[in-house]
């Protein structure tokens, strides 16, 4: 297995970058372009817990888009051609309380996409 992969790293940082412009924009089709569409993609956020694209589609159209905030530092690592690992911190605008975002993103026939996503801030109990 190669770790790294220039080529691979280079489609799955795209594809990051893409969905942090998407959530920043409140584009929410793009975001779910970006998610895995099956009942088995989950992401658990700061006050929610979500199994299923259909309750993480649910969630995204009713919260009325995400805090701006911007990264901090990122660290995307791919394992083999079709299986990559996405960590950032963030800082919300106005704090620099540091939140963290974790992504598990696969390569499917129609390009990479987030299974699995954590989203938390610093010392939060939520």
Known sequence: MIIDDPQALAEVTAAFHEYERALMADDVAA???LFHD???T???GV???LYGIEEIRAFR???GGSPQRRLGRVA???YGSDLASANAEFFREGTERRGRQS???VRFADGW???AAHVSLEGSTS
Do not use: F, H, L, S
């Open 38 to 40: 099956a009942p088995t």
């Open 42 to 44: 989950v992401r658990y």
């Open 113 to 115: 996409k987030v299974v």
């Open 76 to 78: 995307i690592t791919t």
């Open 47 to 49: 006050g929610e817990t």
């Open 61 to 63: 159209k009713g919260r």
């Open 31 to 33: 975001m779910d372009r």
């Open 103 to 105: 992504q598990i993103w």
